[in-house]
């Protein structure tokens, strides 16, 4: 696909040719990709802000998986657009460095409104320093605010993956032959800087037009990258353990980056109402021991998550897509909940715990409770 042909109609057809999905399926995809089509506009794909949207690379993988999240989103954006205030959610996921938080917020507010929970989102508010939280639910006679959030970015390794992105989306989006008659992997070594990649960028597209004739080619720099790109059946050139499509981060630590998410996060929901903060994780944690994983966590956490007695919970969700036959579960502790799931059909690994804050002042009920393990 080169650049002029990149369409909705295009991307469109990607829906037909797919083998997986049946008929049924296949006109409801149709139907969530154009409510998303119309949100988003006709010339989308031809804006220059655009070409680094998170949501761009999701049309570049033509897997059922890929094409069921896009239609997904659709499908959130038209059964929510009448709510109130929600045209400040519709204007975020515009935006390349808003969406991200706005797709989780409209995430939550999805499952609220499947499972027939009352609730509001709610307007930020004008005042410079002053926050809001996201939602607030109806529960009965009660109200509970939820502040939606992801976890704390440090820039270092926020600045490596988006440049990551950018060598990966650029070898996706280059050339139809990619998908057809081309494979590539590279394998980056270190964290890159942004000159890094640039540079990187311009090497991967003289790369591919040496290897339109040649059939293989390959370029390394020492410590930092190994790049092939090589017609299919060249694949065999490819040593067995660059057969790979991955970055590096420097290192950090997860927990004490939730532990700053919590403290940062906390001050927007100082209502004199029950409140519930959502964190939502999008890497790819340890999860080989899932109880050592989960002991270790709510060791570390609790005594931050009852610092602040105006939180009722803190949820962490936990997300990756990658295919699992990890048996679901749910484990529950004295003031903890941890559950452990997935969508086959989205590829979407679900893992959450919930931190019941033992000093709130207002507790949630059991009720309550129920509605965050659906989420």
């Known amino acids: 696909m080169t650049e002029h042909d990149e369409s909705w109609d295009s991307f469109l057809a990607h829906i037909n040719q797919q083998d997986e999905?049946?008929?049924?399926?296949?006109?409801?995809?149709?139907?969530?990709?154009e409510y998303l089509r119309k949100v988003f506009g006709e010339d989308w794909f031809k804006?220059?802000?655009?070409?680094l949207h998170p949501l761009r690379s999701y049309f570049y993988f033509i897997a059922p998986w890929s094409l069921r999240w896009i239609g997904e989103l659709g499908l959130m954006i038209e059964s929510l657009k009448k709510k109130e205030n929600f045209d400040g959610i519709l204007k975020r996921l515009l935006l390349n460095d808003a969406f991200e938080e706005a797709y989780y917020e409209l995430r939550v507010?999805?499952?609220?409104?499947?499972?027939?929970?009352?609730?509001?989102?709610?307007?930020?508010?004008?005042?410079?320093?002053?926050?809001t939280p996201d939602i607030v639910m109806n529960i009965?006679?009660?109200?509970?605010?939820?502040e939606i959030t992801k976890k704390n970015n440090p820039d270092d390794p926020?600045?490596?993956?988006?440049?990551?992105?950018?060598?990966?989306?650029?070898?996706?989006?280059?050339?139809s032959q990619i998908y057809t008659d081309f494979g590539f992997y590279f394998d980056i070594l270190k964290p890159l800087s942004t000159p890094r990649t640039e540079q990187i960028l311009k090497i991967c597209e003289n790369l591919l037009e040496k290897a339109k004739k040649s059939g293989y080619e390959e370029y390394h720099i020492p410590n930092t990258i190994d790049l092939y790109i090589f017609k299919r059946e060249n694949v065999g050139k490819v040593p067995k353990?660059?057969?790979?499509n991955r970055g590096?981060?420097?290192?950090?630590?997860?927990?004490?980056?939730?532990?700053?998410t919590i403290k940062e996060k906390e001050r927007q929901l100082r209502v004199e109402n029950p409140t519930i903060l959502l964190i939502f994780d999008s890497l790819l944690w340890g999860l080989e021991n899932k109880e050592l994983f989960y002991s270790k966590l709510v060791d570390t956490l609790e005594e931050t998550v009852n610092q602040f007695t105006n939180l009722s919970a803190v949820l962490i969700y936990i997300e990756t897509y990658y295919f699992s036959d990890d048996e679901s579960f749910i484990i529950e502790g004295r003031n903890y909940i941890a559950m452990?799931?997935?969508?086959?059909?989205l590829l979407r690994s679900k893992n959450k715990v919930i931190l019941l804050n033992e000093f709130a002042r207002y507790p949630l009920l059991g009720q309550e409770i129920d509605i965050l393990k659906s989420i």
């Open 21 to 33: 999905i049946n008929e049924i399926e296949r006109q409801e995809l149709l139907k969530n990709w």
């Open 248 to 260: 590096r981060t420097p290192d950090f630590d997860e927990l004490f980056r939730i532990k700053g």
């Open 109 to 131: 507010g999805f499952y609220l409104f499947k499972s027939g929970v009352l609730f509001e989102f709610l307007k930020p508010s004008k005042k410079m320093k002053e926050k």
């Open 340 to 345: 452990q799931g997935s969508d086959k059909e």
């Open 140 to 146: 009965g006679d009660r109200k509970i605010f939820l």
């Open 158 to 175: 926020l600045n490596s993956s988006q440049n990551f992105q950018k060598i990966s989306w650029f070898l996706l989006s280059k050339d």
């Open 47 to 51: 804006k220059e802000e655009c070409k």
């Open 241 to 244: 353990e660059k057969r790979v």
